[in-house]
Each structure stands twice: as structure tokens, then as C-alpha cells.
């Protein structure tokens, strides 16, 4: 067995007790949590973690833009979409933040909170700290750990399944699906995990989309010529009827492509979900959060004698605020008709956006939609549709937003899962225990 922190290429064991099929976050956390519920109950089992990435934890190295921000100080499921929140909360319940800290602590990864984010970060602020930690209490916990080795199909047998890999079969009893979604594709997760679920019996949400994406809007829209702006701002989502849907505040930045930044990078999905239904949704941008329509037409006009331009540029950047006059057809320096500042006020808290596109999953940091989790037992996280096969991470039907809520899911399903399937070897029947 190689020693901690090794992986090894070469042919892997054709049986296993337990198959992880993806060695990221979720994957190497419920192989850990596999070996060590089994090696505490005095029966150890063969678990071998397959991924087809050349780099191994190619998602967490770039993540908190290579500082990996493990989870936040404050996770509930009101930070989720996809599944249900009773669902998602049911999970987060069973391996909670604080277990997560704990976990880490103990492999020797102590955290700095970032006091303006709440996010968790390594005190070393490199995400290899993490991945290291990773790998090596997998490795300690007994699982093998084999890449590249891209497994192509599942087949289910007699005693459990048979897996088809690049660098050949494998047997198993029990398998733990952690293959990510579709984001980032060269790191791994190129949806091929959805496929393997399909053809065990499993549905897929309508749609899956990229999540934590850029925005893109017209080539030549004024927002485009403000490259590098970034302020606070709120974007608010609606239906093509007028009813509100969603609404995210934070920094947003706006790029020569369109619009960036964490409240754009929360709102991503939800805009790509809502048009999906309602092409004729609609998205708006307020350049002051908590200001309204009604609260800067009166500030434009108790101060006109000072022009629009002059008023404007107490709250928001010079550029910003010549590029907001000159989109409602403002003067910036006279005075204003009642329409023409009405149509400023307009702007300044309701910016249309006319998103055309987002960068894609090549860019996006997780994936909306997935294997929805009534096909699937929350106490085991095991498939409803083919006993023995459990599942952990964004395969499932479940993306959060920015900030390291994602990785807290991959914690707390990867545990219940790896839990649950070292048990089920045994044939044991029950579910996973608080860590």
C-alpha cells in the first residue's frame, strides 16, 4: 500500500468491497469515512478510489482561487437550491460544519475565518494543505487510490457490480458514485457520472446547467465598457409575469464580457433555470442596494440645481455614473423633465440585463441539477433504484452558493455514504451515526 499521500497508476485490484468511483472531495471523504467505519468496527475491507483526472483534487487546488475555502461558519440549507430544503437539511445535519473543522483539525489543517465572508480558509491559504490532508487520511483509512482510470460504464451482478475502466475491469460489492457534475470538465467532472446513474436506473433533473458562471451580455453593451467596476450591487430575478423570484446582493464585478463577481456568480443558476421555463423572465441590476425607484427620483429632484451627474457621483464612480445618464437618455448637467429623471431613477435600481449566454461549464465552479435526491435514501444516501449503489456530491441534485457550501455538501453526503456502504458490506442494516 503506498504510504500517506501517494496515489498509484498502475492495474487496480479486480475486486474491491467498496468502488469510489471519483477521488475529489466527496469522493476521497467517503472513502476515508468507508475505511475507518469498517477498521473501527474490527473488520477491515478493500476499497479502491478511482478518478480519470491526470491530477488528482484538480477541483480543490483551484478552489478560493487556490486557497480552497473549505465551508463557512454558518451553513443551512437556505444556502442550497435543487432538492427540496428538508432534503438538503436532513443531510447537513449528519456531518455538520463543526464535525468538518474537526476533521481537519485532527489531519493537522487548522482555519482562519474571513471576517468579511464568513468562509473557511486553510491557515497556510493554499488549498494543497487540503488536498494532502485528503489523501493522506484515505490512504491511512486503507483505500487505494487509482488514476487516471476512467470508469466508461456500471453493470450491476449477481454479487454487486462490475465496473468497466480505462485500465480494466473491477468488482465490487457496494459503489459510491462521486463523480461531480459538469463543471470544470478538465478536472474530472465531465458529466460522465450522469450517465453512469442513468444507466442504473436513475433519472436526471430538467435542466442541468452551469452554476457560479459568469454572466454575458451584448457585445457592445454599455455595462462592457465599464471593465474592472466593482461595487455592491442587487440583482433581482422575475418571471415574465412580474413575479418576484429570486434575489442576490454582494460584489459584483463587470467584465468586457458582461458581469461577474459573487452576487452574479449566486444568481447564475438560478437565471439559467428560471429562463429554461420562461424565456421571457427577467433580470435587473441595482447600482445602490436598499435604494428604490421612488427614494432617487426624490434625491434628483431636491437636488437638481446641483445637475444628475454631480448627484450621482456622491454614491457611485464617475464612469458609472455618466454611463448611467447617457443609458436613460439623461442630461447630466441640466435640469431634468420628470421623465427624463424618472427614467434615471429607473436606471440606477433597475439596470435591465439582457443576458445573452454565460461562459459555460469550462468556467463554472458547480453544476445545477443532477440526480434528484427523492431516488435517493438521505439516511445512507444509497439509490432507491439500485440497492448497493450510494451516491455523494454534485452528481446529486444539489448546488450551492459561493462562499464554500458546496464543499460542505461534499462533507456531509461523502461521510453519510461512505458510512453507510462500510456497514452494508457486512450486510448490517442501519444508517450512518452522527461522526
Partial sequence: M????????SHPSTVADILVVGAGAAGLFAATWAGRTARDAGRPISIVAVDGARKLGAKILVAGGGRCNVTHHAVS????????????????????????VRFFNESGVEFYRESDTGKLF????????VLD???????AAGARLLHPACVTAIARTATGFTATTSTGAIQARRVILCTGGKSLPKSGSDGGGFTLARSLGHTLTDPIVPSLVPLLLPPGHWITSLTGLALPATLTLRSSSGKWLHETTGATLCTHQGLSGPA???????WLVARHADPAATLTLNWLPGESPESIDRLLMERQARGALAVLRERLTDRLARSLCDAAGASSTGDLTRESRRALAAAVVATPLPVVGDRGFTVAEATAGGVPLTEVRLETMESRACPGLHFAGEVLDVDGRIGGFNFQWAWSSGYIAGVAAARWTDGTDGPATTA
Fill in 77 to 100: 440549507e437556505k444556502d442550497y437550491a435543487g432538492a427540496t430544503p428538508p432534503a438538503i437539511r436532513k443531510v447537513l445535519r449528519r456531518y455538520t460544519v463543526a464535525d468538518t
Fill in 133 to 139: 490532508a485528503l489523501v493522506r487520511e484515505a490512504v
Fill in 264 to 270: 452574479v456568480l449566486d444568481m447564475s443558476r438560478h
Fill in 122 to 129: 486553510p491557515v497556510t491559504d493554499s488549498s494543497r494543505t
Fill in 2 to 9: 503506498p504510504g500517506p499521500g501517494a496515489t498509484e497508476s
